[in-house]
T-cell receptor, first 111, second 114 residues
Framework: DADVTQTPRNRITKTGKRIMLECSQT?????MYWYRQDPGLGLQLIYY???????NKGEISDGYSVSRQAQAKFSLSLESAIPNQTALYFC??????????FGPGTRLTVL | QQQVKQSPQSLIVQKGGIPIINCAYE??????FPWYQQFPGKGPALLIA?????SEKKEGRFTISFNKSAKQFSLHIMDSQPGDSATYFC?????????????FGSGTRLQVQP
């Protein structure tokens, strides 16, 4: 299912570097989300957006920023990456009941 | 109040067995309970969901049992197969300040042995 795509799929970077993760969706969903997944901790919400002008912080927004460039695009930035931001990052888009459709994920390693 | 507690953390069953994954919540305002299945290297995918006005929902070999009074819901996988080996997440959805929010459980790693 390629309704939600993410780039890059894998990224290795160094501490202090700025990183941007991109997300696009093709189903016209208004709501988009960024999650972080760490082993044993499930999915933690970083930011979410209900439309282009409506962006909200999630549970763990510190150290991250987002941009909703268009209805179909939602990017996540790490302004100055640190090692504990090493994780799997997922973008999602959702329908009315938050039945979320996830992208394939980006594996980020910060050295 | 927004937490969803999921157990067990991991589960191993033999092919044909019926793994059961349990979730519990506190906030009675949750009104939609989806389950997600995640294979290694893939994003989670919606598997099945239930609303609190029914006690059970079946889709193929997957069944959600819902106990509103106990604030618990569980996923049963009938005649489990090695291809069902994945991580399963429960979740609960709630309207907060006019907007819908989704809270995930911590996940259960299921291994179905041949």
């Amino acid at each position: 299912d390629a309704d939600v795509t993410q780039t890059p799929r894998n990224r290795i970077t160094k501490t202090g570097k700025r990183i941007m993760l991109e997300c696009s969706q093709t189903k016209g969903h208004d709501r988009m989300y960024w999650y972080r997944q760490d082993p044993g901790l499930g999915l933690q919400l970083i930011y979410y957006s209900f439309d282009v002008k409506d962006i909200n912080k999630g549970e763990i927004s510190d150290g991250y920023s987002v941009s909703r460039q268009a209805q179909a695009k939602f990017s996540l930035s790490l302004e100055s990456a640190i090692p504990n931001q090493t994780a799997l990052y997922f973008c999602a888009a959702s329908g009315e009941y938050n039945e979320q459709f996830f992208g394939p994920g980006t594996r980020l390693t910060v050295l | 109040q927004q937490q969803v507690k999921q157990s067990p953390q991991s589960l191993i069953v033999q092919k044909g067995g019926i793994p059961i994954i349990n979730c519990a919540y506190e906030n009675t305002a949750f009104d939609y309970f989806p389950w997600y299945q995640q294979f290694p290297g893939k994003g989670p995918a919606l598997l099945i969901a239930i609303r609190p006005d029914v006690s059970e929902k079946k889709e193929g070999r997957f069944t959600i049992s819902f106990n509103k009074s106990a604030k618990q819901f569980s996923l049963h996988i009938m005649d489990s197969q090695p291809g069902d080996s994945a991580t399963y997440f429960c979740a609960a959805s709630i309207m907060v300040a006019g907007r819908r929010a989704l809270t995930f459980g911590s996940g259960t790693r299921l291994q179905v042995q041949p």
